[in-house]
């Protein structure tokens, strides 16, 4: 039948797509297994004896264990910080809705709008005053503010679908509002407050708007560092792989992990 | 919205309001948000009225609209616009044809869809600054490129990607980035078609372009829209992959408004001249969201 032959070609065509898209990365995480000679050869070296020089020379050289770790505290900081301000929200409006949930839902999304240029330089010059310029403690607030929406928005719709009758229960047996959020929800709602968790430690983990013009060198995340290897002196191919590769391989990993979470999240909820 | 059934309460949530107080649980969101939304733009726009450069620090004072006509008269502002606008509607483009023509390809059954699926949707994952420096450097440079390397296989010039078409290779890179994000929602959109609409229609004799545009295109026309307006939002404002390719160059070839108002700002320190094009940011990306916030909310409802 012409069926198998056609489905064939669909999976010729569906691989190909793939391979071709997926690509860069792929060459990317090859190279960082060369020599820097072996990175710029021409032809491109396909079959090469892989060698970790350039994640060892990567942590040697600069400073990337720190890059590496003010990531790490500013993704999961902000993270941490967005869902101790967002679970009592989402928490206050999924279960006692009033007329005016919607509205200060629809306001919370639009926060989100602000163009993130358009407030720079009054942000760029209370940094400086406060001295937040290059520091872990300025990006950890931006970024928290930033998700935020997101953050309210996501757990809202999660908190929307846990039974009220549980929660109905324990009021009846005397829970104060405290207990019934963090006996009753919270443990009730973990796999929605983790996917939450994790979009918005993906975002802040990729966020290149305000890294860079906030953070040079102490403060910096690794998209800042990454950044400097812009500059054209030398062709540093190599470490420039294996710094990316290490500073994307956790994210993609997570990414790929709760691409239907994101989904949602990162409509608003408009697309499920 | 009707009190029919007065007899039970656990079906009418509005009675328990008063016995709670949420204010302390919902107060301190709203504030923190309030704060942020609202006093860095009163600084922009209060900047953007006044005579403030870093550099001549003596030159101060009220200046009203002067920061604003300057930047009209600025042939780099309109060159910026232009370049915001072909930016971001090229990339738009780009992304919802890919995007869709994706997402109806692996909708399909095929051996190993999971993991192709997962290939497609991996570059959103990648930090912006890494895309832009792998696409710069292995992949469009003019002589160790990959590209160069395919073009001289054919024995064509390998393309100066940068100098030559700086816009087209910029608006490659962040496509490049984009159509997984597009892919990936309108995926999830497609997934939700009722198979036996579907099945109905290949019965009534409808063949595969029919069928898309019939049933999946508009089955797909919010997801389409949605992806559109938060694309835009980020695409109005691209920056990391400018600042490590092109720096708004050649020129202003690829200086974009956030390339402009960070070049004038941040590098000049003209802190007036920046504000007053931040305010013009702001309004452009408001217009976006008003549409935006129309749609969700229309979904908030329905909900």
Same mark, same amino acid.
Do not use: C
């Given at each position: 039948?012409?069926?198998?032959?056609?489905?064939?070609? =669909?999976?010729?065509? %569906?691989?190909? @797509?793939?391979?071709?898209? +997926?690509?860069? @990365?792929?060459?990317?995480?090859?190279?960082?297994?060369?020599?820097?000679?072996?990175?710029?050869?021409?032809?491109?070296?396909? +079959?090469?004896? *892989?060698?970790?020089?350039?994640?060892?020379?990567?942590?040697? &050289?600069?400073?990337?264990? &720190?890059?590496?770790?003010?990531?790490?505290?500013?993704?999961?900081?902000?993270?941490?910080? %967005?869902?101790?301000?967002?679970?009592?929200?989402?928490?206050?409006?999924?279960?006692?809705?009033?007329?005016?949930? *919607?509205?200060?839902?629809?306001?919370?999304?639009?926060?989100?709008?602000?163009?993130?240029?358009?407030?720079?330089?009054?942000?760029? =010059?209370?940094?400086?005053?406060?001295?937040?310029?290059?520091?872990?403690?300025?990006?950890?607030?931006?970024?928290?503010?930033?998700?935020?929406?997101?953050?309210?928005?996501?757990?809202?719709?999660?908190?929307?679908?846990?039974?009220?009758?549980?929660?109905?229960?324990?009021?009846?047996?005397?829970?104060?509002?405290?207990?019934?959020?963090?006996?009753?929800?919270?443990?009730?709602?973990?796999?929605?407050? %983790?996917?939450?968790?994790?979009?918005?430690?993906?975002?802040?983990?990729?966020?290149?708007?305000?890294?860079?013009?906030?953070?040079?060198?102490?403060?910096?995340?690794?998209?800042?560092?990454?950044?400097?290897?812009?500059?054209?002196?030398?062709?540093?191919? %190599?470490? =420039?792989?294996?710094?990316?590769?290490?500073?994307?391989?956790?994210?993609? @990993?997570?990414?790929?992990?709760?691409?239907?979470?994101?989904?949602?999240?990162?409509?608003?909820?408009?697309?499920? | 919205?009707?009190?029919?059934?007065?007899?039970?309460?656990?079906?009418?949530?509005?009675?328990?309001?008063?016995?709670?107080?949420?204010?302390?649980?919902?107060?301190?969101?709203?504030?923190?948000?309030?704060?942020? #939304?609202?006093?860095?733009?009163? $600084?922009?726009?209060?900047?953007?009225?006044?005579?403030?450069?870093?550099?001549?620090?003596?030159?101060?004072?009220?200046?009203?609209?002067?920061?604003?006509?300057? /930047?009209?008269?600025?042939?780099?502002?309109?060159?910026?616009?232009?370049?915001?606008?072909?930016?971001?509607?090229?990339?738009?483009?780009?992304?919802?044809?890919?995007?869709?023509?994706?997402?109806?390809?692996?909708?399909?059954?095929?051996?190993?869809?999971?993991?192709?699926?997962?290939?497609?949707?991996?570059?959103?994952?990648? #930090?912006?600054?890494?895309?832009?420096?792998?696409?710069?450097? #292995? #992949? $469009?440079?003019?002589?160790?490129?990959?590209?160069?390397?395919?073009?001289?296989?054919?024995?064509?010039?390998?393309?100066?990607?940068?100098?030559?078409?700086?816009?087209?290779?910029?608006?490659?890179?962040?496509?490049?980035?984009?159509?997984?994000?597009?892919?990936?929602?309108?995926?999830?959109?497609?997934?939700?078609?009722?198979?036996?609409?579907?099945?109905?229609?290949?019965?009534?004799?409808?063949?595969?372009?029919?069928?898309?545009?019939?049933?999946? /295109?508009?089955? /797909?026309?919010?997801?389409?829209?949605?992806?559109? $307006?938060?694309?835009?939002?980020?695409?109005?404002?691209?920056?990391?992959?400018?600042?490590?390719?092109?720096?708004?160059?050649?020129?202003?070839?690829?200086?974009?408004?956030?390339?402009?108002?960070?070049?004038?700002?941040?590098?000049?320190?003209?802190?007036?001249?920046?504000?007053?094009?931040?305010?013009?940011?702001?309004?452009?990306?408001?217009?976006?969201?008003?549409?935006?916030?129309?749609?969700?909310?229309?979904?908030?409802?329905?909900?």
């Amino acid at each position: 039948m012409s069926d198998s032959r056609q489905k064939l070609w =669909l999976t010729i065509l %569906a691989w190909t @797509i793939a391979l071709l898209v +997926f690509f860069p @990365i792929f060459w990317m995480a090859l190279t960082s297994f060369k020599t820097e000679t072996e990175a710029i050869s021409t032809p491109p070296s396909l +079959f090469f004896v *892989p060698t970790l020089d350039n994640f060892t020379e990567v942590f040697a &050289r600069s400073n990337y264990a &720190r890059f590496v770790w003010n990531s790490i505290a500013v993704s999961f900081g902000s993270t941490l910080l %967005a869902l101790a301000f967002a679970v009592p929200a989402a928490y206050a409006m999924a279960f006692f809705p009033t007329k005016r949930t *919607p509205s200060i839902l629809l306001w919370m999304l639009s926060t989100k709008m602000m163009p993130p240029v358009g407030v720079l330089i009054p942000i760029y =010059l209370l940094f400086k005053n406060l001295s937040l310029l290059d520091t872990v403690t300025g990006l950890l607030i931006i970024y928290t503010l930033i998700n935020l929406p997101i953050v309210v928005w996501m757990l809202y719709t999660y908190f929307k679908d846990v039974p009220g009758e549980i929660l109905e229960a324990g009021r009846v047996d005397g829970a104060k509002p405290m207990q019934e959020l963090f006996l009753l929800l919270i443990p009730l709602a973990v796999p929605g407050i %983790a996917s939450t968790g994790l979009l918005s430690v993906i975002l802040s983990w990729n966020e290149a708007f305000w890294s860079l013009n906030l953070a040079s060198s102490n403060g910096a995340p690794l998209t800042a560092f990454i950044a400097s290897f812009s500059s054209p002196q030398g062709l540093f191919w %190599a470490k =420039l792989s294996a710094a990316s590769l290490m500073a994307i391989a956790p994210i993609l @990993i997570v990414g790929w992990m709760s691409q239907r979470q994101l989904v949602s999240g990162l409509t608003f909820g408009a697309v499920k | 919205m009707t009190t029919l059934a007065p007899t039970h309460p656990a079906t009418k949530p509005a009675r328990k309001n008063r016995e709670v107080d949420t204010r302390p649980l919902l107060w301190p969101s709203i504030a923190v948000l309030f704060l942020w #939304m609202i006093v860095p733009l009163a $600084m922009t726009l209060y900047f953007s009225v006044i005579r403030y450069n870093l550099l001549s620090p003596d030159l101060t004072g009220f200046v009203g609209l002067e920061n604003y006509a300057f /930047l009209f008269d600025d042939p780099a502002l309109w060159t910026s616009l232009w370049n915001t606008l072909v930016l971001v509607g090229s990339v738009l483009i780009i992304t919802v044809v890919f995007g869709t023509l994706f997402a109806v390809l692996y909708n399909q059954e095929f051996p190993g869809r999971g993991v192709a699926r997962l290939l497609v949707i991996a570059p959103f994952f990648v #930090m912006p600054t890494v895309s832009a420096l792998v696409w710069k450097n #292995m #992949m $469009m440079h003019p002589v160790y490129g990959l590209i160069a390397w395919l073009q001289s296989l054919l024995g064509i010039q390998p393309t100066d990607w940068f100098s030559n078409y700086p816009m087209l290779a910029v608006i490659i890179i962040i496509a490049w980035q984009w159509v997984p994000f597009a892919f990936l929602i309108l995926l999830t959109a497609i997934q939700s078609l009722d198979t036996e609409q579907k099945e109905a229609a290949r019965i009534d004799g409808a063949g595969p372009l029919a069928m898309f545009f019939y049933i999946t /295109l508009p089955h /797909l026309s919010r997801a389409i829209s949605v992806v559109i $307006m938060i694309e835009t939002i980020f695409l109005l404002t691209i920056f990391a992959e400018i600042y490590v390719t092109t720096a708004g160059g050649p020129g202003t070839a690829t200086t974009n408004l956030a390339w402009l108002i960070y070049s004038v700002g941040l590098l000049q320190f003209d802190v007036g001249y920046a504000s007053a094009g931040g305010i013009i940011a702001v309004v452009l990306a408001n217009i976006v969201a008003i549409f935006l916030v129309r749609t969700v909310s229309r979904n908030l409802q329905q909900a």
